[in-house]
């Protein structure tokens, strides 16, 4: 079990909650909570040792279009790039829609 922690600038505030994916075979799970700071703070808690390489380059690609202001846990059991980035931009699509749903 490796757990990894990265931090992005942000320039909006993230007022709404998100929950997506199941940690299950070769799944994750996406928590996403507002974050008082201007800044992203990302917490990957994975079953698969030595590939923060993987990870960081995933999340700064992702951080290239998010630029919300957030904490997100990641709970990680051996899911591809791929659904990684499919999980990140799923827990924003559905804060944002829930954002607006408040509005």
Same mark, same amino acid.
């Given at each position: 079990m490796e757990r990894l922690t990265f931090d992005y600038p942000?320039?909006?505030?993230v007022a709404v909650r998100a929950h $997506?994916? *199941?940690v299950g075979?070769?799944?994750?799970?996406?928590?996403?909570?507002?974050n008082d700071?201007?800044?992203?703070? $990302?917490? *990957?808690?994975?079953s698969v040792d030595g590939y923060g390489?993987?990870?960081?380059?995933?999340l700064d690609r992702f951080f290239t279009r998010y630029d919300g202001a957030a904490q997100i846990e990641i709970n990680d059991f051996g899911a591809t790039p791929g659904v990684v980035a499919l999980r990140l931009a799923e827990a924003v699509e559905a804060a944002e829609g829930a954002q607006g749903d408040r509005v």
């Amino acid at each position: 079990m490796e757990r990894l922690t990265f931090d992005y600038p942000a320039r909006r505030i993230v007022a709404v909650r998100a929950h $997506v994916g *199941v940690v299950g075979s070769g799944d994750l799970e996406v928590l996403l909570t507002p974050n008082d700071a201007m800044l992203s703070r $990302v917490v *990957v808690n994975t079953s698969v040792d030595g590939y923060g390489h993987i990870w960081k380059s995933v999340l700064d690609r992702f951080f290239t279009r998010y630029d919300g202001a957030a904490q997100i846990e990641i709970n990680d059991f051996g899911a591809t790039p791929g659904v990684v980035a499919l999980r990140l931009a799923e827990a924003v699509e559905a804060a944002e829609g829930a954002q607006g749903d408040r509005v």
